[in-house]
């Protein structure tokens, strides 16, 4: 196998644009399979909420890190670039052709970029700086990081829990500030990728946004969230479509008021994932599927 001469074609882009129907057609295409790089399509507790692809999308071309794991599972960026790696090797044995698609930036670039190796801290140590969050909040955690790494406070996501509670058990396991770890060295990919940004005009976006929502509720996504409600304090679910509800359920807001605030949170999480891919000048941007057939 001459894996210089094999092929990864990356379709990313904001929620709702129609990613899973064009990786479809392209798997279909090129008789192969797909990646999915979203890391919140990996729980198989979430299937509403995250738009998962239906059971007749997945008959249609095999899916892999599609309803993999449990919200209780550990798992981060750095174990998905791991695992997404041995696979694709192993899927270019037979396949020339790979498809990834996804919406999650910091997943979308391990894949291609890979990410720093830094150390897994151990459960006890991961469990109790969660202890500490659920109790003291996103403050604990940032102030934390703000003194014991200022360097990496002053450039991190510090709304984001999930990358505070990591940058906590880096430094707290080796000793050393998380800033000092973070080499960012790209890593070179033997396979060939070509990347691409499935996009649309903002007004239809929003429009296929509000639909979908109304879809997923049509669907159960209510009766979803209801069944999750004890978990969510796990990180997979601080995620749009389930923690509105949670506050609903909390008797916070109506329910009308929380699918709005689903709304409204998908439409702006739509432009963070935007602006994400708009700083990485390697992706060709395309407004239809017919581009890259």
Known sequence: ?????????????????????????????????????????????????????????????????????????????????????????????????????????????????????LPDADEKLRNEIKRKYNKYGIEYLQNEVKRLDPDYYSIADIKNPKRLQRALEVIYETGNTYSSQRTKKQKIRDFKIDKYVLNMNRELLYQRINKRVDLMIEAGLEKEARGLFEYRELNALNTVGYKELFSYFNNEISLEQAITDIKTHSRRYAKRQLTWFK???????????????
């Open 1 to 117: 196998m001459d894996i210089n001469k094999k092929h990864l074609i990356l379709i990313a882009g904001p929620t709702a644009v129609g990613k899973t129907s064009l990786a479809i057609e392209l798997a279909i295409k090129y008789n192969t399979e797909i990646i999915s790089t979203d890391s919140r399509q990996f729980y198989r507790e979430m299937q509403i909420g995250t738009a998962a692809p239906t059971k007749e999308e997945l008959s249609k071309a095999k899916h892999h890190f599609i309803g993999n794991l449990s919200i209780k599972d550990y798992y981060n960026v750095s174990i998905f670039e791991q695992e997404a790696i041995k696979l694709l090797v192993k899927l270019f044995e037979t396949k020339d052709v790979v498809i990834a698609v996804g919406g999650s930036g910091l997943y979308v670039d391990a894949l291609c970029y890979g990410i720093d190796d």
């Open 279 to 293: 700083r990485d000048n390697s992706f060709n941007w395309i407004n239809g599927i017919d581009e890259i057939k």
